[in-house]
């Protein structure tokens, strides 16, 4: 641990993804770090999702990356086709670099490592704690909940509290947060072969119905090979499939993909099908004075293009290193220059692209078919769009290139 000249005294709100990187990150440069987390302990839930080479550099930075690995599927494909199996669009790391790829994961591995690491580097954590405030007493952030000031005397606040955050506008008040009409069901299953291990597999028909199948490697408790599904739906359409028997959902789906039979037969209730919604969140500016907004608090976006979980762990990795170069009201001002390109392409082009694959537009379908085979017949736009997959456009960090994985 190097010491800095002035260690600070920092708050980090949530235990997602931006929250822990950024805490180990700055305790590891000889901050003192308490992190606060509304539940009660590290749980074992989430869904499948993919690590892109941009956050497995962060990952390598935290010393976790050769762990998380060893529990991940190496996907080396996107894999997109019409249920007549013609392809629509299809994506090799490999094009960019032979030894690229991405990771699928069930996420309380992550979560696991982060947690291992927050420990082993002095981070004290606080379970079950919902900070509902903070206010600035004499020139330093207390943080509340509702019926206590819980701790004070913080140099820096990291707001990290996901999506549906209450306190960005602590930082900003030119938030907008807006919920996108459409989300998915999503399940974990055993894969029992049924799905390639090496790749992200999803299935179009217009723009209203997409069914997708990640490897998840191995699961969190067990050492069964899983994989995740994603399924369209309209968020206002939850409840009324929910009265339906699951039989005819399952039969939508298995129109589309017959070979998700066995996955689907291990679903015998409601009850394991999980409805995810995004959010389409936009800051003018990410900091106020000796407080920053990281990760989907700052940013979400849908999953659409894959890059919530990197974009969260590039945020904290570049935080870190502006505070390891100047004083807090600086390193706040440097990480807001250096991580505007990246963000807004990323949230660019999320937001051009969800309507293609999630919307009631589908008159759009015959333009994605059409951009999609142009751009697959020339290398150099074909290239770009697997570097945008990988999380490599306008982004700095250095690729991993030596580790294999599960
Ligand atoms: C269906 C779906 C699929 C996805 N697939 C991918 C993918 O393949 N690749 C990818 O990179 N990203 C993916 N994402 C996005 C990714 O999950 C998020 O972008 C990422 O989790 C953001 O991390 P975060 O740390 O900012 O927030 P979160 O992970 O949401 O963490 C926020 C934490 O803050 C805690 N918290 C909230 N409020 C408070 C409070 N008041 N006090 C204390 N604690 C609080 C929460 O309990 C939580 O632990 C997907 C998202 C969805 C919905």
């Not at 206010?135 to 140099?155: Q, Y």
């Not at 191995?218 to 009265?243: K, P």
């Not at 142009?374 to 769009?385: E, G, S, V, Y």
């Amino acid at each position: 641990m190097t010491l800095p000249t002035n260690p600070a005294k920092i708050a980090v709100i949530g235990c997602g993804t931006a929250g822990p990187a950024a805490a180990i990150l700055l305790r590891k440069q000889g901050h003192h770090v308490e992190l606060f987390e509304r539940a009660p302990e590290c749980r074992a839930v989430g869904a499948g999702f993919l690590l892109q080479p941009s956050g497995m550099a962060v990952l390598r930075e935290l010393g976790i990356l050769d762990a998380i690995l060893a529990r991940a599927a190496k996907v080396k494909r996107l894999n997109i086709v019409h249920p007549d199996g013609r392809s629509l669009l299809d994506l090799h790391y490999g094009e960019i670099h032979p030894d690229l790829f991405g990771a699928g994961l069930h996420r309380p591995v992550l979560l696991e490592q982060l947690i291992a690491a927050m420990r082993s580097t002095g981070v004290h954590i606080h379970w079950g704690m919902e900070i509902t405030d903070a206010r600035r007493s004499h020139g330093k952030w207390e943080i509340l909940t509702p019926n206590e000031t819980v701790a004070s005397g913080f140099d820096l606040l990291i707001i990290a509290d996901g999506a549906r955050s209450k306190l960005r506008d602590l930082a900003s008040t030119n938030s907008i947060n807006r919920g996108y009409p459409w989300g998915a069901h999503w399940f974990i299953g055993r894969n029992d072969g049924a799905f390639p291990e090496d790749e992200l597999y999803q299935i179009v028909r217009g723009t209203r119905n997409l069914s997708g199948f990640l490897a998840t490697g191995l699961g969190h408790a067990n050492g069964d090979r899983l994989v995740s599904l994603f399924w369209s739906v309209r968020i206002a359409d939850d409840q009324t499939w929910r009265q339906n028997p699951l039989d005819s959902w399952k039969q939508e789906i298995l129109n589309l993909c017959p070979k998700a039979k066995g996955l689907l037969d291990q679903i015998h209730s409601w009850d394991q099908v999980l409805l995810a919604r995004y959010g389409d969140v936009r800051m003018r500016r990410w900091h106020g004075d000796d407080i920053v907004v990281l990760g989907d608090a700052a940013h979400a976006m849908s999953p659409q293009l894959g890059q919530g979980v990197n974009l969260a762990l590039a945020d904290a990795s570049c935080l870190a290193r502006c505070l390891s170069e100047q004083p807090i009201p600086r390193a706040l001002n440097l990480y807001q220059r250096r991580r505007r390109l990246n963000l807004w392409y990323y949230q660019l082009s999320t937001r051009w692209l969800t309507p293609w694959f999630q919307s009631d537009h589908e008159w759009l379908t015959p333009f994605r078919s059409l951009f999609f085979t142009i751009t697959r017949h020339l290398p150099p736009a074909r290239r770009f769009m697997t570097k945008t997959m990988a999380g490599l456009v306008f982004s700095k960090t250095p690729l991993p290139t030596k580790n294999g994985a599960g």
